[in-house]
């Protein structure tokens, strides 16, 4: 029989990161010593532990565990709930699951457990024979009611009882230093437990109620209601099927975002109607599709107490009477920077040092637009029934790649059957295509040829459906998210904004940036126009008023991109919007250089702008890859940044070229995007009022500005070309502050009440969905 593997530890440094070493569990220099001591604590290495409380919000308790005798800390103490060391190859998650089973005999889903802040524990005891240099990450179970004491099953090497005790007298007990308790310094680190608990179950309703409204004002509710009438008896019976499927969408893209947010969804619409307060609730996360809020910088707008209530009847052992744990479903109090695409503890050093160490073409599927990383303990039996060698990537560390035709698999069966039997009644030919390619996409993971097929649409039914963009991936940008827009063409816009596309070759040719860097070979891009009827997916928050595809950089390279305007979109925001804004922060008599043409044209020249500079770039090392890939969680501000301020240098381009109007020169400046640089150069004057103008009296200021916008656009493109990271990382430190100016017209625009931006109502669509029930 083969030797039992040693249980062995990382070792981390002083800043908490590992040095690729490891040490084993017990002290094996020291027969005489207790086999539960480690040599990290014996040498005083910095290692990592996960520290579980256990609190019942109905009674207001922590529940403790009392420290066997036979330990080398703190024997015979009372202490939390339950804790362990991570184990090297472990996950934080799954160490705090097997901790918790092994010393009280819970088993809990991983949805059940909260990580609240991570504690630093650094400590000499037992006469200096123990060193305690230890990273724990603090997680939060929240039970509705105390679990019964005769339902845990403790291990007696561990723990010798359990109790429950009020927080604050347990804070209490903590800050007079009794001594039978484990020291913590509830005025430090880990008062953070304590204050985290009691700000979230204040009873302050009412002003929860002021804030959630306040948060929810910002949105202004539109009613989209778009003309059917161009629609063929076919693509009318199509839309119904389409519609379904961008609903099926919806359910996958909360899942995108983190574990549990279907489950929450769930919860909070069930329980909308109980209350003014849990209606506020529903309204507010239906915009956001998630508990935290976009525009916000991501703050949680709802804590873990605002949660899904789940029942397991079998977590412990059996208890007369008792139906079981009823717990809240957890989530996080920062939105995870990585969603749901990796497992939940994976920073971006563990992805790059297991990414690395991959073949290359598995390298391409672990950072491929449309898999997840997966942990072997997070999988369902049926998925890894389902990965085959073809698609299956398995490392030491029990990592895998996980195709989104598997992951989600039930779901996108379930759109790509409804996708499949709306390209049977469509009549029109280009899309009953794309219909039918996305569909099969769905199930095959490879979606090149349905991407085509929708560079290659042309029906007065507009939809664009599947995984597109990649912002939700806050470590690297790579994976992307599903969406559906679907919407009704408006040729007369369409043909209007044709000049753009077409110019796209002229204007990469002349781009400010060294020639080595330009492509030969751009293609003209197509531009839509529709009206929207319907959207679902990754359309949270702030609206999109128009969007750039594919991604995918083989099509990017072969054919370019085609784009989509939703001009209906771009007048609901302009009239509840920028009207307003200039109102409050434009003097009367520049107002009317605030107008929806400009305003519209620069929407426009931004999102043709995306379509050229590099994208396909070789590093000094001779390496080819992408701007994706290099700028990494840095690429989409990036090239929004880009689009910005290389739309304003393109449109002075276009203009000079007598292809667009000289009077939209002086519109444009009124309304850039790039506030604060233009303001710097000079372009912008605040006056006394707290209104501001443009001097277009001064020459030397025009040119200035020109010069300005061409050196922004030079270092952002060049900065693109060279995949260089860091300067990217700078760049956007130093452009992003919030200047005096800025937050004078910001203060004003608050004080308004102006909407920041709009929530569709989408009639028609419902009223399609209703009859077809």
């Known amino acids: 029989m083969a030797a039992e593997q040693e249980e062995r530890l990382d070792v981390l440094t002083a800043a908490g990161e590992k040095t690729g070493a490891s040490k084993p569990r017990h002290d094996r220099t020291n027969p005489t010593s207790s086999p539960l001591r480690s040599e990290v604590h014996r040498d005083g290495d910095y290692h990592r532990a996960v520290h579980v409380w256990i609190y019942s919000e109905s009674t207001g308790e922590l529940l403790l565990q009392r420290r066997a005798d036979c330990k080398d800390s703190w024997p015979g103490q009372w202490d939390i709930s339950s804790a362990g060391h991570i184990s090297a190859g472990d996950s934080s998650l799954s160490s705090a699951q097997r901790e918790l089973h092994e010393e009280l005999g819970i088993k809990l889903p991983p949805d059940a457990f909260e990580l609240l802040f991570v504690f630093l524990q650094e400590c000499v005891i037992n006469n200096g024979t123990y060193t305690n240099n230890e990273y724990n990450d603090v997680y939060l179970v929240t039970t509705v009611a105390p679990i019964p004491l005769e339902a845990f099953t403790l291990q007696e090497s561990e723990v010798s009882a359990v109790r429950y005790m009020h927080l604050h007298e347990y804070k209490s007990c903590l800050a007079k230093e009794c001594g039978e308790y484990v020291p913590y310094d509830v005025n430090g680190t880990y008062g953070q437990l304590f204050s985290i608990i009691e700000e979230r179950y204040k009873d302050n309703i009412e002003s929860c109620s002021l804030t959630l409204q306040k948060q929810i004002n910002r949105y202004a509710p539109i009613h989209l209601e778009p003309e059917l009438t161009s629609l063929s008896k076919g693509d009318r019976e199509a839309l119904g099927y389409i519609l379904k499927a961008s609903i099926v969408l919806d359910d996958v893209f909360h899942e995108q975002v983190w574990n549990s947010n279907r489950a929450l969804r769930d919860w909070l619409k069930t329980h909308a109607n109980s209350s003014s307060f849990d209606k506020l609730k529903w ?49 996080p109090l920062d939105k995870p920077p990585g969603a749901n695409f990796y497992p939940p503890d994976m920073d971006k050093m563990e992805f790059e040092l297991w990414k690395n160490g991959l073949p290359e073409k598995e390298q391409k599927d672990a950072t491929g637009f449309f898999t997840v990383i997966k942990r072997s303990d997070a999988l369902l039996p049926s998925t890894l029934e389902q990965l085959d060698g073809s698609n299956q990537t398995k490392t030491s560390d029990d990592l895998f790649v996980v195709p989104y035709s598997k992951e989600y698999k039930s779901s996108l069966e379930k759109a790509a059957e409804f996708l499949h039997k709306a390209s049977e009644c469509s009549d029109t030919p280009s899309l009953k295509n794309l219909l039918r390619t996305k569909g099969n996409a769905f199930l095959s993971n490879d979606y090149y040829e349905s991407d085509i097929a929708w560079m290659d649409l042309d029906s007065n039914l507009d939809i664009t459906i599947g995984p597109y963009e990649t912002y939700e991936d806050g470590l690297f940008s790579y994976k992307a998210t599903f969406e559906a827009f679907v919407g009704i063409r408006d040729d007369i816009a369409t043909s209007q904004v044709k000049l753009f596309g077409d110019q796209l070759q002229d204007l990469e040719k002349n781009l400010p940036l060294e020639n080595i860097y330009k492509s030969d070979n751009v293609s003209a891009a197509p531009i839509r126009v529709i009206n929207l009827l319907y959207n679902s997916g990754d359309v949270k928050g702030p609206q999109t008023i128009a969007f750039n595809l594919p991604n995918d950089e083989r099509i990017l390279n072969e054919r370019g991109t085609s784009m989509v305007m939703l001009k209906n979109i771009s007048e609901a925001k302009f009239k509840n919007i920028l009207k307003p804004i200039a109102n409050a922060c434009i003097r009367e008599e520049q107002k009317d250089y605030v107008d929806f043409e400009p305003y519209y044209t620069h929407i426009v020249c931004h999102e043709c702008c995306h379509g050229i500079g590099p994208h396909s770039i070789t590093l000094p090392s001779g390496k080819r890859s992408t701007v994706r890939r290099e700028l990494q969680e840095f690429y989409s501000a990036v090239e929004e940044a880009k689009a910005d301020i290389v739309g304003l240098w393109a449109l002075n381009f276009l203009i000079k070229k007598g292809l667009l109007s000289k009077s939209l020169s002086e519109s444009i400046k009124g309304q850039a995007l790039q506030f604060n640089w233009l303001y710097d150069k000079g372009a912008f004057v605040l006056h006394s009022d707290g209104k501001f103008s443009v001097d277009f009296t001064k020459s030397h200021v025009q040119l200035k500005v020109e010069e300005a916008v061409e050196s922004l656009s030079r270092e952002i493109l060049t900065i693109q070309a060279k995949g260089d990271k860091h300067a990217a990382k700078s760049l956007l430190q130093s452009r992003a502050s919030l200047t005096q100016p800025l937050r004078v017209a910001l203060d004003k625009i608050e004080h308004m009440q102006v909407p920041v931006d709009i929530a569709p109502i989408f009639g028609a669509a419902n009223k399609l969905l209703a009859n077809d029930q």
């Open 283 to 331: 309204l507010y996360f239906s915009i956001n599709k998630s508990p935290w809020s976009c525009l916000d910088e991501n703050k949680a707008f709802l804590s873990t107490a605002d949660s899904a209530v789940k029942l397991l009847t079998d977590a412990t052992r059996l208890v007369s009477g008792w139906k079981g744990i009823e717990y809240r479903a957890a989530f």
